[in-house]
């Protein structure tokens, strides 16, 4: 196969990839806006982990997963509460962070790696 064609092979194959993530996360979408807090966790945490694929500035990124951690925290999601403590921190925010991080370790003591 010549470059070319692997070329267009892979900008195909790159194509089906976003356009799958593109459905799953409008299904998503619409289950986090049911409420369900594991959605929501989750749909931010894809936000994050394909920002680059799917072509979402970073600044637009942070602002729907942070909403999207907030919402599922509001509702004691322990890893939302903790993503929601880092995202503070991140902002500079160490007060609000350490409220976040430490009521994330009341909900579930298993948060903790070491």
């Known amino acids: 196969m010549s470059a070319p064609a692997r070329g267009n092979k892979a900008k195909r194959s790159g194509q089906k990839e976003k356009?799958?993530?593109q459905e799953?996360?409008?299904?998503?979408?619409?289950?986090?806006k049911k409420g369900g807090p594991d959605v929501q966790n989750?749909?931010?945490d894809t936000y994050r982990k394909y920002r680059a694929i799917l072509g979402i500035s970073?600044?637009?990124?942070?602002k729907m997963a942070f909403d999207?951690?907030?919402?599922?925290?509001?509702?004691?999601h322990?890893?939302?509460v903790l993503s929601l403590g880092l995202e503070y921190q991140k902002q500079g925010e160490f007060t609000e962070a350490g409220k976040y991080i430490s009521k994330a370790l009341t909900l579930n003591l298993s948060l903790i790696h070491i």
Not at 24 to 32: F, G, L, N, Q, R
Not at 68 to 76: I, R
């Open 24 to 32: 799953a996360i409008k299904w998503y979408s619409y289950a986090a």
């Open 68 to 76: 999207l951690y907030k919402a599922a925290a509001e509702k004691d």
């Open 19 to 21: 356009t799958a993530l």
């Open 42 to 44: 989750t749909l931010a």
């Open 58 to 62: 970073e600044k637009n990124i942070n």
């Open 78 to 80: 322990a890893k939302a």
